[in-house]
């Protein structure tokens, strides 16, 4: 990686993007086996600096840091001297104090990570694990293993995979890393919204934009859809949730014009109902599971290269 932080997909080139998936698909390799746990990280803490709430994110690197047998902090902001006024800087100098060798931080303030990381608060390696509605790039990389494996397993890249991303893509750090990261790999994106939920700007972006899904839905190999962020709705985006299921939701009557081969993906938490059916989330072609177990493997390698772990022999499942 560039540099010793993971902020944004931009830290990333095409070849290291790559090789973290192919190190993500060894690990995974490894700890689906009998020897789970790696003595790769051992010594190593890692702190999971969480302000706002998550399931999937914090309990990943979780799993991912001991798997790789790092200590493992974990901070919520909920019950901790951030109620009281405490400022992230003094929380992360103290976090620092107790020893740690990297901060995964979820912070609401898109630019949180990057402040971390820039200022000489702390000197230990910094993953941004969503900031705001600016990036999250480790979901964008768990989403590209999970493509990858589903789609195109033994190809370079993802060129000539058709993505069609639906729904908040102004709110959402998912679609922005995503976009980064598939286009650099070569995949085709769409994006399907309503206007409101489109960010400005968006023209720049190497995507094409559609404001149908029906026009959509029978050509693309990938359908992501993603989350209504009611939390950070101050206005009205869309008439009623009704309106939007109708236009923009994932239902049984576009599932079944959906390719065959295609695959239904969403980060999660899903809102079954409104942006996605219960019988889309539950079909044989959604991955949403895969994609939670993926994300293990995939932090995995993340923690693996910027920690500067010890070479793993593969076939053993052991530290040479
Ligand atoms: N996809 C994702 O970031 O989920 P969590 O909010 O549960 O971490």
Known sequence: MSSRHLISVQDLSKAQALGLLSTAKELARITDGPNKKLPTLRGKSIVNLFFEDSTR????????????????INFSAKGSSVSKGESLKDTA???????????????GSSGAAKRLADTQWISATVINAGDGTHEHPTQALLDA????????????????????IVGDILH???????VLLLDKLGAQVTLVAPPTLLPVGVTEWPVEV??????VIDKC?????????LERMQDSYFPTEREYARRYGLNSNRLSRLKSTAIVMHPGPMNRGLEISADSADDVRSVVVDQVKNGVSVR?????????????????????
């Not at 100098?93 to 912070?107: C, E, S």
């Not at 999970?146 to 993802?158: F, M, N, V, Y």
């Not at 995995?300 to 040479?320: C, D, F, Q, R």
């Open 57 to 72: 994110t914090r309990i990943s690197f979780e799993t991912a840091a001991k798997r790789l047998s790092a200590d493992v």
């Open 221 to 229: 190999d990938v359908i992501m859809m993603l989350r209504i962020q």
């Open 145 to 164: 293993f999970t493509i990858k494996e589903h789609l195109r397993a033994d190809a370079q890249d993802l060129s000539g995979v058709h993505v069609v």
């Open 300 to 320: 995995m390698a993340v923690l693996y290269e910027l920690l500067g772990g010890a070479p793993i022999n593969v076939e053993a499942g052991e530290k040479k």
């Open 93 to 107: 100098q103290t976090l620092q104090a107790m020893g740690a060798d990297a901060v995964v931080i979820r912070h």
């Open 210 to 215: 559609s404001y149908n899904l029906d026009d």
């Open 172 to 178: 959402s750090r998912v679609a922005r890393s995503n």
